[in-house]
Each structure stands twice: as structure tokens, then as C-alpha cells.
Nanobody, 124 residues
Framework: QVRLVESGGGLVQAGGSLSLSCEASGRTFGGDAIGWFRQAPGKEREFVSAIRWSYDIPVYGDPAKGRFTIARDLAKLTVYLQMNRLKPEDTAVYYC?????????????????WGQGTQVTVSS
């Protein structure tokens, strides 16, 4: 079992920044990869970004490109999502998820464990 705890959400004005954290615990090392997804009311869950524990090559979805940065801290088993130049359309619940075995990082179906989510609200 892998446990994921997100933190760092909140309310910010458009153009501002937020940093989300996802701390993994349990089993061996929190799985093979950590991904961030988001879900706005009435919309499907959307891939934001992901990174593997074993090598530092980030993957970004369209909403994140050029504005968000993902990073991992192996010692703390924590993955960070730095979000800059936020827009009202970034408003959503942000979830981190753990993928146990190497698979498609962009597909929510390929993740085995999910955190409880953290709300990000961007005001205009």
C-alpha cells in the first residue's frame, strides 16, 4: 500500500504562483512514478505532469507546459509541482497519484494509488 498526502493548495489571484507537494509513504519507495492530475467541476480528470523516481525526466501535459515545473526529492519521497502564471482555468482539485510499475504516465487508469486531492482556486 502506498499512501499519498498532497498539500499546498489554496486561493491565488490570476498571475500568481502556488507550490503543491505530494509526500509518498508505504511499501518500498512509493512506486515507480508520481503523477499530478486535476479535475474541475463538470470536467474529466486531466493529466498535468509526472516524473519517475528512477530518472529525472519530467513529463508535462498541455495545461502545464511553460508554466508548471515538477521536481522530486528522493530522500523525502516527495514530489513538488510549482505552478506559475496561474489562470482562472487552472481552478480544480489537484490530485497526485502513484504508479507502481512503469506504464503510460499520461493515463489516469495506469495509476494505482491516489491522494485525497487539494483545491486550487485562481481568481480573476
Amino acid at each position: 500500500q502506498v499512501r499519498l498526502v498532497e498539500s499546498g493548495g489554496g486561493l491565488v489571484q490570476a498571475g500568481g504562483s502556488l507550490s503543491l507537494s505530494c509526500e509518498a509513504s508505504g511499501r518500498t519507495f512509493g512506486g515507480d512514478a508520481i503523477g499530478w492530475f486535476r479535475q474541475a467541476p463538470g470536467k474529466e480528470r486531466e493529466f498535468v505532469s509526472a516524473i519517475r523516481w528512477s530518472y529525472d525526466i519530467p513529463v508535462y501535459g498541455d495545461p502545464a507546459k511553460g508554466r508548471f515545473t515538477i521536481a522530486r526529492d528522493l530522500a523525502k519521497l516527495t514530489v513538488y509541482l510549482q505552478m506559475n502564471r496561474l489562470k482562472p482555468e487552472d481552478t480544480a482539485v489537484y490530485y497526485c497519484a502513484a504508479q507502481q510499475r512503469e506504464s503510460d504516465l499520461r493515463s489516469a487508469d495506469e495509476y494505482d494509488y491516489w491522494g485525497q486531492g487539494t483545491q486550487v482556486t485562481v481568481s480573476s
